[in-house]
Every structure is written in C-alpha cells, then in structure tokens.
C-alpha cells in the first residue's frame, strides 16, 4: 500500500463509530470460539460482511487466528471488498511484523490487548499502527490496564467483559463495561466488548446508557440465521 492509500484510508475506523447517531457496531465475523466451540463453521466472509452492512453495522471486526476461531487473513481481505466497511483485524498481536501483516492484509484498524503487551510495546505498536494508516482499538479488562492504554497513547478504547479470551472457560463479567465507563477518558472512542446482546447478557440499552460509542458483537450476529434482522433490531 502506498503513502497516498495510506493516508486515504486512515482514521475510516474511528470515524465510522463516531459517524453514528446511536451506539456504533462493530460486526464481527467468527466461525468458533475457545469456548463456545463452532458458531458458524461453513460462513461465507464476503457473504456475511454485506449482510452486515446492509443491516446497518458501522464496520467490521474479523477474527484472523486460525487455531482459536478458525479465521484467516483471506477472510479480512474477502470481507473488506465486498462490503466497503472499515475492517478490523482481531487476533493476538504483539509485534511489530503483526503489525506489518495486518496492513498487508487491507486492515484498517488492528486489536491491541493491554493484558497482553508492556506498556513501552504497546505505545510502540500504538505509534507504528497509526504511521501505517490504522486505527488501533486497545483492549483493556482492569484499571491498571487502562492505566497503561492511556500512558500508551491509547484513542479507541475497548472494554473487554470476558475474562479470559483464549480460554475454554466462559467466564464473562456482564457489568464490566457499565462498571468501567466513568473511568474511560473523554478524548477516547469507548467500545463495549463481549457479552453483547447474547440471551443473560448486556444489552443495547445498557451499552447506550454507559455511555459507549460503540459495542462489538460477535455471537449474537453469527448464529442469528438472518444478521440483516439482527442488526436492525439491535440498532432500533
């Protein structure tokens, strides 16, 4: 990608959530999960991603990894082109050749967990993601990883409600996202994640009433049978 398509494409993430009137979704395109098993396991990528943004989702958040939730860099790229959408690439990343790949893959903004990285490698993949043209959407669990998302430079700020994202346990905490909000600083995007909309859940309404700018929506849209219904009663 060259320094021109880079910079024509940089902030579609964050500016897509901030565009909405209502609570922004991220739609994301997973076939499994550690701990809910398959989901979707035959989904078509492209087919799902103009579902989803013929139901009104703001972008899309695609799982790469492959040995947790059977996705691929090809179902980014193949989900990107059909639907028009900024996409974000969802998986583990911790350096900097993650980082290259994920532009390489049409991404245009890139998941950084705070659990995950040192504060200094955060805030270093932080500043390379955002050169390269893509938003980063930091994911934070606790008030000392918040803590470090903010010393990292951190502007799209996620609440993750499940507890442990690699693990076959479903331990979710489904206050988290209400509980975090006030501590959320006012420049940043706030994104509720995990346990949206699904039976037990949070709900839309108790996303809005936080205060998010957006909630990212997994399982509730994958194994809706019609995604296009879903999201539009979502978004009523």
Excluded: W
């Amino acid at each position: 990608m060259g320094t021109d398509e880079r910079a024509s494409r940089a902030g579609r993430f964050k500016q897509a959530l901030l565009a909405s009137d209502d609570v922004a979704i991220i739609a994301e395109i997973k076939r499994r999960s550690p701990s809910r098993g398959n989901l979707n396991a035959d989904l078509d990528p492209a087919e799902m991603a103009a579902a989803y943004r013929d139901g009104g989702a703001a972008c899309l958040s695609v799982l790469t990894n492959q040995e947790m939730f059977g996705g691929s860099g090809d179902d980014l790229t193949a989900a990107a082109e059909a639907s028009g959408l900024p996409v974000l690439r969802k998986d583990f990343i911790t350096t900097t050749d993650d980082v290259h790949e994920s532009q390489a893959m049409g991404a245009d903004a890139l998941l950084l967990i705070a659990a995950d990285l040192p504060t200094e490698l955060l805030a270093e993949l932080h500043e390379l993601s955002l050169s390269l043209g893509m938003d980063v959407l930091t994911e934070v669990k606790s008030d000392s990883e918040l803590e470090s998302a903010i010393k990292a430079g951190a502007d799209i700020i996620g609440v993750n409600q499940r507890e442990k994202p690699k693990s076959a346990a479903f331990t979710m905490d489904y206050q988290r996202a209400e509980r975090m909000a006030p501590l959320l600083p006012d420049h940043a995007v706030k994104v509720a994640e995990s346990g949206i909309a699904v039976p037990g859940g949070t709900t839309m309404a108790e996303v809005r009433k936080a205060g998010y700018d957006a909630a990212l929506i997994g399982e509730a849209l994958v194994v809706s049978g019609d995604p296009i219904e879903r999201l539009q009663e979502l978004l009523s």
